[in-house]
């Protein structure tokens, strides 16, 4: 099995050997750590070293299960948007598993929080590396069971519960949205394997499944409809996004991070995959009129979610239902930039898909670093505590002031990047960038203030865990160095797997160029 398969299969395999460990080694936890951070640690190398060999490559990388090659089997096709985003995902997962082991320090059932969390990255591995539309369902599925079973972890709390059951139901309905369309793909097209599904959208011969059938673009709409209508609710984007201020902040703040700064990235990066290689270049009028109308109610839908996001900030007292709007706000950026179809709209939302994981990851863990100390997530609560916690607090700072879009912090690059590609468009789609933002600054500064400044509403011994405190710190200095390197950055990695991602003819012929190696076909 080479890095491609290996990737995300190390964490599968962590996550079914933890229970029985944990019995053999009667529930150690400094073992259940360790053994959680090789798991994770392993995946990150192997997401290192797939990155790099994709980066390093001219065409997208294959891995095929069982070697039955694509249409037949599933097939993974990793081109360097996906290579990117596991990267980022796999170095996230990494830290955070650092950080969860003094945030659970007093919680039972450590072995079953690492093992849904080796499960959901795995989920979410598989998410950003499967060239096959039904594997994608699965993966999803994957994701989606683990994370709504971790938005429970707190069982005793009736809030955790009733967030975990809500955010599972509107999350099963949601997949079963994208079945069905897989349905209609497949009932039109004859295949699910997205390389085959791009080459019969754009009238190209691929081996085996012949022609479609029907009326294609018919079957199109309505297939991509019910899609987009799954990917709005993982993502949360207005009108479904309702079950999520309730069930990031009821998580345990690790799994908040996780949930708030990649999971809401499996809607987006499928959309991009349909919107963009299967449905992107040169199309016949009617599937083309299909696309463009999906682009404008996606930018319409991502607009108001930006500002809905930013206004329902500046009503609320917990200070994780905050953060979780903040994370409505810059998902509706996201669809906004995705809706344009364009290269630069696509590059856009790739550089912003890291910035934001990155600094939402960063403000949640800061955030629970005071709700740890505290035991409240009221901001009224936390008043006073960033005197005594400076390593909390300046984490804290850095991560607002980047995701309000401070120069030279990272998000401030992607959101001029967003602000370009809208403005292409119309001036007023940018300005909703702008007025959002400033909406949302007020929203942050109060927390930043209260938490700062405020006068303690009671007496709290608090202190900072080294290993929280390490993670916060090494976030924030990537929030900075990122916003640094920004046009090295653009240059060298998002430009180049914007590219790759649009060149739907590569993706196609790498796909057959594999599968006649083989000598299959």
């Known amino acids: 099995m080479d890095v491609v398969g290996l990737t995300p299969i190390i964490p599968v395999l962590f996550a079914f050997g933890l229970p029985l460990t944990s019995i053999i080694i009667k529930g150690n936890r400094k073992i259940i750590q360790a053994y959680a951070l090789l798991g994770t640690g392993l995946t ?5 070293k797939l990155f790099q060999l994709v980066y390093s490559s001219d065409k997208p990388l294959i891995y095929t299960f069982g070697k039955w090659v694509a249409p037949i089997g599933i097939i993974y096709e990793v081109d360097r948007t996906g290579a990117l985003i596991a990267l980022v ?18 919680e039972e059932g450590l072995e079953w929080y690492y093992t849904l969390y080796l499960g959901l990255e795995a989920g979410l591995l598989g998410v950003l590396l499967t060239g096959d539309a039904f594997n994608l369902f699965v993966m999803i599925e994957v994701t989606s069971i683990a994370a709504y079973a971790l938005v429970a972890f707190y069982r005793g709390r009736r809030d955790a519960v009733h967030a975990a059951l809500k955010y599972a139901f509107i999350g099963a309905i949601g ?8 349905g209609i793909l497949y009932g039109a097209f004859g295949t699910v394997n997205l390389a085959d599904l791009t080459a019969k959208v754009h009238g190209m011969d691929f081996p085996l499944t012949g022609a479609p059938v029907g009326d294609i673009v018919v079957a199109s709409g309505v297939a991509l409809a019910l899609a987009t209508w799954a990917f709005l609710i993982k993502s949360a984007i207005v009108p479904n996004h309702f079950w999520l201020p309730e069930a990031h902040p009821a998580a345990p703040s690790p799994i908040s991070a996780v949930l708030s700064g990649l999971v809401v990235n499996v809607g987006v990066y499928s959309l991009i995959r349909f919107i963009y290689t299967v449905y992107g270049g040169e199309l016949a009028p009617g599937l083309a009129k299909v696309v463009g109308t999906l682009g404008t109610v996606l930018i319409a839908l991502g607009a108001i979610s930006a500002l809905f996001g930013a206004l329902m900030m500046n009503a609320q007292r917990d200070v994780k239902k905050l953060i979780a709007y903040s994370t409505i706000m810059h998902m509706g950026y996201l669809f906004m930039a995705v809706g344009l179809g364009t290269q630069l709209g696509l590059q856009a939302a790739l550089f912003h898909i890291i910035n934001h994981a990155i600094a939402k990851a960063l403000l949640f863990l800061a955030a629970g670093m005071f709700i ?3 035991g409240s997530r009221d901001i009224g609560d936390l008043a006073g505590l960033g005197r005594q916690m400076p390593v ?29 590609a809208l403005m292409e468009k119309s001036l007023t789609l940018a300005m909703v960038i702008v007025v959002s933002s400033v909406i949302a600054l007020v929203a942050y500064m ?10 303690p509403s009671r007496e709290v011994a608090v202190g900072e ?5 390490f993670v916060v710190l090494l976030l924030a200095a990537a929030v900075v160095v990122i916003g640094l390197a920004a046009p090295v950055i653009l240059q060298h990695y998002i430009e180049p797997a914007a590219a790759q991602t649009m060149d739907y003819r590569l993706y196609i012929q790498t796909a057959l160029e594999y599968a006649s190696r083989l000598k299959l076909l």
């Not at 995902?89 to 007093?106: D, G, K, N, Q, V």
């Not at 930043?448 to 006068?455: A, E």
């Open 446 to 455: 109060r927390v930043l203030y209260r938490v700062w400044l405020g006068k």
């Open 175 to 182: 997949t079963t949205m994208y079945f069905l369309a897989l």
């Open 372 to 374: 740890h100390a505290a």
């Open 392 to 420: 909390a607090t300046f984490s804290l700072a850095i991560a607002t002031l980047s995701l309000v879009g401070i120069p030279p912090l990272n998000v401030f690059f992607s959101k001029l990047l967003l602000f370009d």
């Open 465 to 469: 865990s080294r290993s929280m405190a």
């Open 89 to 106: 995902t796999a170095a996230l997962m990494f830290l955070i598993a650092i950080y969860s082991y003094r945030y659970l320090e007093h």
């Open 44 to 48: 990150l190398i192997s997401a290192f």
